[in-house]
């Protein structure tokens, strides 16, 4: 069981995520995924808040929604949280 702590590469959260890295890196080049701390050897450094996010991403764009639309339900995904939990 993951929690707030864990750390993963991008390997990991991939496979968790049921994608690739190559998608990983996408979602980052497009903005839907924020940049991530990297480790001392550059490895990125995801957290489980990430592996939600990607799996919302990966939610969205399987029920067939644009990923150019997928930043705005994000959006109001965080901002939702953030009126919830101040």
Same mark, same amino acid.
């Given at each position: 069981?993951?929690?707030?702590?864990?750390?993963l =590469?991008?390997?990991?959260?991939?496979?968790?995520?049921?994608?690739?890295?190559?998608?990983?890196?996408?979602?980052? @080049? !497009? &903005?839907?995924?924020?940049?991530?701390?990297?480790?001392?050897?550059?490895?990125?450094?995801?957290?489980? =808040?990430?592996?939600?996010?990607v799996l919302?991403?990966r939610q969205?764009?399987m029920?067939?929604m644009?990923?150019? @639309? !997928? &930043?705005?339900?994000?959006?109001?995904?965080?901002?939702?949280?953030?009126d919830?939990f101040?």
């Open positions: 069981m993951l929690d707030l702590d864990t750390v =590469r991008s390997q990991e959260l991939a496979d968790l995520a049921d994608t690739t890295t190559r998608a990983l890196r996408h979602y980052h @080049k !497009i &903005g839907l995924l924020p940049e991530v701390p990297r480790d001392q050897n550059g490895y990125r450094r995801y957290s489980a =808040r990430d592996l939600i996010r919302r991403i969205l764009a029920s067939g644009p990923l150019r @639309k !997928i &930043g705005d339900v994000l959006e109001q995904d965080t901002q939702r949280q953030d919830l101040g």
